[in-house]
């Protein structure tokens, strides 16, 4: 029976920034060969996160193990063997795509026999053949990003961060770009990649949720919404949303509600009207409804749920 190896393990990690706590005991276990993903919105603590766990930032508390290597005792040798794409982009635009990527190369002591071999298969991944000469600021966003991508994977790295790489570019180049991830992945690289685009989340094999640097959540999308809500959850298309969210929000049994575009969603736990009667209930009120429907619950409609039952619990 094969046992499960973790290229990148956590317990405990903490980083403080004064009297900001950044990342707050945050314990992490990712699988050799699998693709994690960080979810959580702007300033809650991936960013800090990855630059601890790829050496780059001293933990203020716990521990960490990347590719074999402790973050703390062994920081230079682990950056031999991660790669690393910042949130942004960090190729250099007066620079041809030939010379940013000798110029990586080098960085990464890639070895002279075998350059020729790894400069052809980043160019490959890019979609950039016969534009070697071509200057980095005149490519396009997607372009940018799987080049910068071909950049980090020069030296064959085992586990691979990327901080957002698909920020700001357009949808049909993201979904190319998340092929390219997991080709990698399945060569056996792990991959850690934040993002904040939700649909994005799907391509992982599983999830981390983090707000305030905490960790809200983790397991595969599957698992998320199968067991993270905890109640069955509502749909239902009125207005105005702001009074029909209050009033939803009051009823007996509710668990929570949330405007989610032209709609809300509700929460039903124990002691909640049935949901044939939620409409009506609006309409009663003087509000515009239709007949409220059960949905199979979102990665966001478990992300906010998730973090709205974190800070209750962290506050009390």
Known sequence: ?????????????????????????????????????????????????????????????????????????KAQSLREHIGYMSQKFSLYGDL???????????????PRPLLRERLDYAVSMAGLEGRGD?????????????????????HRPPVLFLDEPTSGVEPSARRRFWDLIHDLAGDGVTILVSTHYMEEAEYCNRIAMIDRGRLVAAGSPGELRTRGLGADLVEIDCSPLGRALQSLAALPGVV?????????????????????????LLRRSGLRSGEARRV????????VRQVALGRREAAS
């Not at 071509?134 to 950049?151: E, I, N, S, Y």
Request: hydrophobic share 45%; proline share 4%.
């Open 134 to 154: 071509a200057l980095v600021a005149t490519l396009a966003g997607g372009w940018k990003q799987r080049l910068a991508l071909g950049c980090a994977i020069l």
């Open 96 to 110: 041809t795509v030939t010379e940013n990527l000798r110029f990586f190369a080098g960085i990464y002591r890639v």
């Open 296 to 303: 199979p619950p979102s990665l966001e409609d478990v992300f």
């Open 256 to 280: 929570d509600a949330a405007i989610f575009g032209d709609r809300v969603h509700v929460l039903l736990g124990q002691g909640a009207p049935p949901v044939q009667q939620l409409g009506e």
């Open 1 to 73: 029976m094969s046992t499960q190896v973790d290229a990148v393990r956590a317990q405990g990690l903490t980083r403080r920034f004064g009297d900001f706590v950044a990342v707050d005991h945050l314990d992490l276990r990712v699988a050799r060969g699998e693709v994690m993903g960080f979810i959580g919105p702007n300033g809650a603590g991936k960013s800090t996160t990855m630059r601890m766990l790829c050496g780059l930032l001293r933990p203020s508390e716990g521990s960490a193990e990347v590719a074999g290597f402790d973050v703390l005792r």
